[in-house]
């Protein structure tokens, strides 16, 4: 099982990044994905999950209007495109894949909004 992170980078005030998550060794389109995040001496912060399906989709208050989740089940692949960042966005941003008392994770990519 694999999920690998990219999309990741140094970013000024008001830019965009797109994560990808790229997924193999498990059933794809049965799982429930998320993007979750780690802030620099914080705790880890859900942001973002969408429905096996794509037809459900969810965020976290702070990055609503900003963020949108997707997926591409023909490509193994969910997607955060990622607005109007803010320094306060700055984080390791990772992706979990679950389905029922099953989560898989991936190993993050950098995510620096900064001036």
């Known amino acids: 099982v694999q999920l690998v992170e990219s999309g990741g980078g140094l970013v000024q005030p008001g830019g965009s990044l797109r994560l990808s998550c790229a997924a193999s060794?498990?059933?794809?389109?049965?799982?429930?994905m998320s993007w979750v995040r780690q802030a620099p001496g914080k705790g880890l912060e859900w942001v973002s999950d969408?429905?096996?399906?794509?037809?459900?989709?969810r965020y976290v208050d702070s990055v609503k209007g900003r963020f949108t989740i997707s997926r591409d089940n023909t490509k193994n692949t969910v997607y955060l495109q990622m607005n109007s960042l803010k320094p306060e966005d700055t984080a390791v941003y990772f992706c979990?894949?679950?389905?029922?008392?099953?989560?898989?994770w991936g190993q993050g990519t950098q995510v620096t909004v900064s001036s």
């Open positions: 060794g498990f059933t794809f389109s049965n799982y429930y």
């Open positions: 969408i429905a096996s399906d794509g037809g459900d989709t």
């Open positions: 979990n894949a679950r389905i029922v008392a099953t989560n898989y």
